[in-house]
C-alpha cells in the first residue's frame, strides 16, 4: 500500500471515530498498522476505539504497542489509565497518569482523571488538589 493510501485510511479513521463510529474507525487503524506497524497514533487510536467499543484489555495492548513506538506519547498514557480504570487495575492507571502530568504538567485531561481516580481510591484533599488544578487550567481568562 503506497504511503497516501494508508494516510488516507488514518484520515477516515479519524473522522470515524469523531462521528462515533468506532467499528469502522477500527477497521482504518488497523489497515494503517497493517502498512505501516511503527504509527505510533493509530496504535492510540485503535486503543481509543477498543475502549470505546468496551474492550478495555485489548485497548491496554494498543496503548502497550503505541509506547513501545514512542515512550514519551503523552495520550498513549493518558488514555491506557482510562482502559487500566475501565479493568479494575487503579494503581496501574494512577501511574500512568502520573507519568503522562509529567511529561506534560498543562494536560488538564491527566489532572481531571486523576482527581477522579483519587476520589475512586478515598484520597479526597489529592482529589480536590487535581480538581482545582484542572479547573486553572481549563479556565478562559
Partial sequence: MESSSWEEQFKMGNYLANRGDHNRALDCFLTVVEYNPTHAM??????????????????????????KIDSEYRDAYHNRALAYSETGELNLAMNDLNHAITLDPEHWASYKHRSILHQMLGDEEMGFKDYLKFKTLTEVN
Fill in 42 to 67: 493509530s496504535w492510540n487510536n485503535i486503543g481509543v476505539a477498543r475502549l470505546c467499543l468496551s474492550q478495555a484489555r485489548e485497548a491496554v495492548l494498543a496503548f502497550e504497542q503505541a509506547l
